[in-house]
């Protein structure tokens, strides 16, 4: 059963971000820690932190940290919708945030739709240059750790 969901979180940026990576919206686990793809069994955050050969952060403030100190930003298209738990497929009278903005106000040289929701809603709202990579989600386990680790790659030649 869909829900109207505001999203929760604003945006991580800072005037040095190169490299703006987007999802779609926040899942119900996502939204209940405050945090940008917290799920337990998301694969972001460790695919993230091995491409950079850092230490998995934990914390919000770590992770928001983490992105800061790579130059990247992390924001999701969808401002509100209606959406069934965590079910892209299932999103209604999606708002976009306002990512031109965002855009505008850094040095942001990429944008990288973290799976195929994100991307077609990127393309339909906001603009057709952008490359789309794999979902970390748990819901997306046809690929491998090694798989998603070698198409995040494509982020550092950007920063």
């Not at 979902?135 to 046809?142: E, F, L, Q, V, Y």
Request: proline share 5%; aromatic share 14%; with cysteine.
């Amino acid at each position: 059963m869909n829900e109207f969901v505001h999203h929760p979180f604003a945006p991580v940026f800072d005037k040095n971000s190169k490299v703006l990576l987007l999802g779609s919206f926040p899942s119900p686990k996502s939204r209940e820690i405050g945090f940008y793809f917290s799920h337990p069994q998301n694969r972001f955050w460790r695919i993230l932190s091995t491409l950079f050969g850092e230490e998995l952060p934990l914390s919000n403030e770590e992770k928001k940290q983490f992105l800061l100190k790579h130059n990247l930003a992390l924001w999701d298209v969808i401002s509100n919708c209606e959406i069934d738990g965590a079910s892209d497929s299932s999103i209604k009278n999606a708002k976009v945030n306002n990512i031109k903005q965002l855009i505008k106000n850094t040095k942001i040289k990429a944008v990288f739709c973290l799976g195929n929701t994100a991307g077609k809603l990127y393309k339909k709202y906001v603009d057709n240059n952008f490359f789309t990579l794999p979902s970390t989600s748990p819901a997306n386990c046809a690929f491998s750790f090694e798989y998603l680790l070698n198409k995040y790659a494509e982020i550092k030649k950007f920063l």
